[in-house]
Nanobody, 116 residues
Framework: QVQLVESGGGLVQAGGSLRLSCVAS????????MGWFRQAPGKEREFVAA?????CYANSVEGRFTISRDNAKNTVYLQMNSLKPEDTAVYYC????????????WGQGTQVTVSS
């Protein structure tokens, strides 16, 4: 079992920044593919960013968000800059631990609210 605990959400004005953190349990964190997803009210959950040997981003956040990880701390981060009201959502951390691109563990989510 892998537990994921997110933190760092909050309320920020448009144009501001936040950094989300996700701490994972497990002794092989460096092998996990880690991702960030988000779900806005009334919408489906959507992909935001992922990190394994490389990183990838949704078009909507490319150039504004940066995913990074510290394998020594079992932590993945999402630095969010130039935030927009449409970035408002619950953000979830996810882990793929079986070598596939399917995320089999999820955190509880952290709320990000961007005011205009």
């Amino acid at each position: 079992q892998v537990q994921l605990v997110e933190s760092g959400g909050g309320l920020v004005q448009a144009g501001g920044s936040l950094r989300l953190s996700c701490v994972a349990s497990g002794r092989t964190f460096r092998r996990y593919r880690m991702g960030w997803f988000r779900q806005a009210p009334g919408k489906e959950r959507e992909f935001v960013a992922a990190s394994s040997g490389s990183t990838c981003y949704a078009n909507s956040v490319e150039g504004r968000f940066t995913i990074s990880r510290d394998n020594a701390k079992n932590t993945v981060y999402l630095q969010m800059n130039s935030l927009k009201p449409e970035d408002t959502a619950v953000y979830y951390c996810a882990a793929s631990t079986d070598g596939t691109n399917l995320y089999n563990y999820w955190g509880q989510g952290t709320q990000v609210t961007v005011s205009s």
